[in-house]
């Protein structure tokens, strides 16, 4: 019934959050992939649900917002393959990641990802994340990123029916379904 993507940029610390919003139609069995592709091969942690990539002297590093089950594919190659005619010299190895969250069956599900560069100029930060109920939870630096998996999230001294919530410094944004509120 609905497949949506919220992003956010925190510009302090300069990471982006992604949340994609799945809600299952009744009766057909799906579930929710996220992909992505890169020109370099990239590098996973089962474990801690991370992934990086590198690029000459810069770098990405994703952390996934998922504590129960769920798998990584890795693949290379274009499918389908470049077109027969057309010089093959022009189409640069691509490289394909996949999180799969494992459950058919499930009806509705909230996949955060937290992603930081590095290059010359900008450093990593520190990321960790936890499951605290239905809330996945990622501390990134002093910043906390809460992604709600029920009706009502509860964390700490945090309570909210959003989406997400995130707090930087003394800031609090809820992002919903009316775009991102501030308070």
């Known amino acids: 019934?609905?497949?949506?993507?919220?992003?956010?940029?925190?510009?302090?610390?300069?990471?982006?959050?992604?949340?994609?919003?799945?809600?299952?139609?009744?009766?057909?069995?799906?579930?929710?992939?996220?992909?992505?592709?890169?020109?370099?091969?990239?590098?996973?942690?089962?474990?801690?649900?991370?992934?990086?990539?590198?690029?000459?002297?810069?770098?990405?590093?994703?952390?996934?917002?998922h504590h129960k089950n769920g798998f990584f594919s890795l693949s290379e190659g274009w499918d389908p393959p470049p077109m027969k005619g057309k010089d093959g010299a022009q189409w640069l190895q691509q490289y394909h990641l996949r999180f799969t969250p494992s459950g058919i069956e499930i009806p509705k599900r909230n996949l955060g990802v937290v992603l930081c560069v590095e290059h010359e100029y900008l450093r990593l930060p520190i990321v960790e994340t936890e499951l605290s109920g239905d809330v996945e939870v990622a501390h990134v630096g002093d910043d906390l990123v809460m992604v709600n998996q029920g009706d009502q999230m509860v964390y700490e001294a945090y309570e909210s029916n959003a989406l997400m919530l995130l707090v930087v410094g003394e800031k609090t944004y809820e992002v919903g379904d009316d775009g991102i509120v501030m308070s």
Not at 7 to 33: C, G, W
């Open 1 to 65: 019934d609905r497949c949506r993507r919220h992003v956010v940029f925190v510009k302090a610390q300069q990471y982006f959050v992604m949340v994609d919003e799945f809600v299952a139609r009744p009766n057909i069995a799906s579930s929710l992939q996220w992909n992505i592709h890169s020109w370099d091969e990239f590098e996973v942690n089962e474990q801690k649900r991370m992934f990086w990539i590198r690029r000459g002297e810069s770098s990405l590093r994703a952390h996934f917002m």
